[in-house]
């Protein structure tokens, strides 16, 4: 995933818009929404600063 999107860039400030675009790609992809979840967590788990998990179950919601 760090290949694709370039985990190193997503710092505070563009956190929240990063992981949402990366959730609408892997949407638009066909990726489960059990896929996108766990994909999305891990992500989370390996930026610098990570968001919290009400953060993330935020842009989660409504989208998968």
């Known amino acids: 995933w760090n290949r694709i999107f370039h985990l190193d860039r997503i710092t505070n400030g563009n956190r929240n818009n990063e992981f ?3 959730v609408l790609w892997m949407r638009d992809a ?7 979840r ?3 967590t891990e992500m989370n788990h390996r930026i610098a600063e990570p968001l919290p998990e009400h953060e993330i179950e935020s ?6």
């Open 59 to 64: 842009i989660l919601k409504g989208k998968i």
């Open 20 to 22: 949402t675009r990366v």
């Open 30 to 36: 066909g990726l489960q929404p059990t896929a996108i």
């Open 38 to 40: 766990e994909t999305i």
